[in-house]
């Protein structure tokens, strides 16, 4: 199984993470991160193929926009 990173989007929302694939570079000794999708700490699912939510969710910075 792959390992897997989650990491704070920056010029985001505070709840905005993205989710990073770890995966071995033959060039150097640390791991290749490949972006697979955007996740939301509170929960909220986050449709990675509708550019306008994921405007909203970069646009954001204080609370979350899915909740007001």
Known sequence: MAQTELEPI??????LRGRY????S???PFPEKRFLRYE???G???DSS???EIK????????CWKED
Not at 21 to 24: A, G, H, R
Not at 56 to 63: A, E, T, Y
């Open 26 to 28: 033959r060039r150097s």
């Open 50 to 52: 509708n550019e306008e």
């Open 44 to 46: 909220h699912t986050i």
């Open 40 to 42: 939301c700490d509170k």
């Open 21 to 24: 694939k770890l995966q071995p």
């Open 56 to 63: 909203k969710c970069l646009d954001q910075r204080v609370g």
């Open 10 to 15: 920056q010029d985001g929302c505070i709840h």
